[in-house]
């Protein structure tokens, strides 16, 4: 695979230091495409309207609405404390934090007194944005900014939707009996793959420690990053909860058959392709999130598996867990009904983000309690 578009920036950057110092790792190339302070697709100021990707957030508000009450759930199962701390990692321009926020004072104000929301975010310009965003709140002393996780949270919650894919990851490949690295090179029509050995010898103990055996020829992606980041926010949590919504499977299912060629994919404009070499800097790329992984390196640092489940059946039950308040009420015209309805069956379709995209929650310190978004449908 090569690169044949003019070169980006960051593109020159990139070969530059691969002419200077040889190959490096998709890691690197990828934590540069994505987090480069200049020209980074994710450090730079967010394009309106969004054009490389949907998320939950886009669909609907039902969708920080349903967080809320989980959230303000899991205040009620550790204590009601004041102080309790909502964390989101990787909270972009700040639409989701509003979201939540937003319904909060509304509906629970006494937990909306209690909490404090921390938005982690690396782009500066993007934390920049949410200050506009969710300015009642900065007033009222409930929403600050950051752009890293930070010191203990002695109650509370981190949580993140659609940052573990995100995170820059390592790609393998096994030739005969041995575990070979693909790196980035550079070739007489641009970025390329080359064959290494591996980087580091924690990428083979990755793959043995979660009993996966790649075929012959397969691809795969190894996120070390997740792993130091669920461990991070592990020592950060004293008591609560970690919420990780993502696209991904278990382990089994991850490095199987099905995925010979990996999980990489380049998003632009909405569409998806294999070519991540067309235009470093500003491209999405995406990996599929490794489940076990999260769940047994959090567990290392003491956080607990409280459950896995489906985005469908997270909303179905938190919607239940609200008598279907946000999709029907005798506030709302039958029209508005019928919208709320629809953008409802967007996040929860099982063709789509419903069965596509995992809840992973864990808890540490506490006793979890009946989640109302794991208990049976």
């Known amino acids: 695979m090569v690169s044949r578009s003019e070169p980006t920036p960051l593109a020159l950057i990139l070969a530059e230091r691969i002419r200077s110092r040889g190959p490096i790792t998709f890691a690197a190339y990828m934590e540069a495409c994505l987090y480069h302070p200049l020209y980074g697709y994710y450090t730079t100021a967010e394009q309106q309207p969004r054009r ?10 039902l969708f920080g609405r349903l967080l809320a009450r989980q959230f303000q759930q899991m205040w009620c199962v550790t204590g009601r404390q004041d102080g309790f701390c909502l964390v989101e990692a990787g909270a972009g321009t700040g639409r989701l934090a509003k979201q939540i926020l937003d319904f909060t004072a509304e509906t629970f104000p006494e937990f909306y007194e209690a909490l404090r929301f921390i938005a982690v975010e690396r782009s500066a310009a993007r934390r920049a944005a949410q200050s506009k965003l969710v300015e009642p709140h900065v007033a009222q002393g409930k929403f600050t900014s950051q752009a890293e996780l930070g010191d203990k949270i002695t109650c509370g919650c981190i949580f993140s939707n659609e940052l573990i894919d995100a995170m820059p990851v390592h790609r393998l490949t096994r030739k005969g009996n041995e575990l070979w690295e693909m790196y980035v090179g550079l070739g007489k029509n641009g970025f390329c793959d080359e064959m290494g050995p591996l980087s580091s010898a924690a990428l083979g103990e990755y793959l043995l420690e979660q009993n996966i055996h790649l075929n012959e020829g397969q691809q795969a992606e190894v996120n070390l990053a997740a ?9 950060r949590l004293e008591r609560g909860f970690v919420v990780t919504i993502d696209y991904g ?6 490095y199987d058959q099905r995925h010979m060629r990996g999980t990489l994919l380049a998003y632009e404009r909405h569409r998806a392709s294999e070519d991540w070499f067309r235009a470093p800097g500003e491209q999405d790329l995406t ?15 003491g956080l607990v598996r409280t459950g896995l489940t489906s985005q469908s059946n997270f909303l179905l039950l938190l919607a239940r ?19 709320r309805r629809l953008l409802f069956k967007t996040l929860i379709n099982p063709e789509g983000m419903g069965e596509t995209f995992q809840v992973l929650i864990q808890h540490k310190g506490i006793d979890p309690g009946n989640l109302a978004a794991l208990q049976p449908l």
């Open 321 to 339: 867990h609200g008598n279907f308040a946000d999709l029907q009420s005798e506030e709302m015209s039958e029209a508005e009904q019928t919208q």
């Open 287 to 301: 990996a599929h999130v490794n489940f076990t992984a999260l769940d047994s390196h959090g567990r290392r640092n």
């Open 227 to 235: 792993c130091r980041w669920i461990e991070e926010a592990a020592q």
């Open 249 to 254: 499977h278990d382990a089994k299912e991850l």
């Open 52 to 61: 490389d990707y949907f998320t939950s957030v886009d669909a609907s508000p």
